[in-house]
């Protein structure tokens, strides 16, 4: 459900990471247990312009940058170093799958580390 990347090197700094919310699709399970262990609760789907209409009203929300990712759209917030991958083939429909215009992952990174 989450990956965690590092910067190269013999030191262990850790540079970025995702939360794979296209998951949960297919794994109902795994976010009643997030919900039940975590007590937040997530849903099933998740709509970008759902996303996109709750950062419009916070005052000061970084802006994004669209990029093509073949077959998905990454919306890139390089001030808060931030991407959400959103599904972007209009023939996924939602069923064990996310589908178009749904969440596939939510990213943070940072920048590598010059020696």
């Given amino acids: 459900m989450t990956g965690i990347s590092f910067n190269p090197g013999d030191d262990w700094v850790m540079s970025g990471g995702s939360v794979e919310l296209h998951r949960l699709a297919s794994r109902p399970d795994m976010a009643e247990e997030w919900a039940r262990t975590t007590g937040v609760e997530f849903p099933r789907y998740v709509a970008w312009e759902d996303v ?3 950062l419009g ?3 000061g929300a970084p802006e994004l940058t669209v990029g093509d990712q073949g077959g ?3 919306h890139r917030a390089a001030a808060s170093q931030v991407s959400v991958i959103v599904v972007d083939d209009e023939e996924e429909e939602r069923g064990y799958h ?5 969440v596939w992952s939510v990213s943070l990174w940072a920048p590598v580390r010059a020696r």
Avoid at 98 to 102: A, E, I, P, S
Wanted: glycine share 14%; proline share 7%.
């Fill in 52 to 54: 996109r209409e709750e």
């Fill in 57 to 59: 009203r916070i005052p």
């Fill in 72 to 74: 998905f759209l990454e």
């Fill in 98 to 102: 996310v589908g178009h215009g749904d």
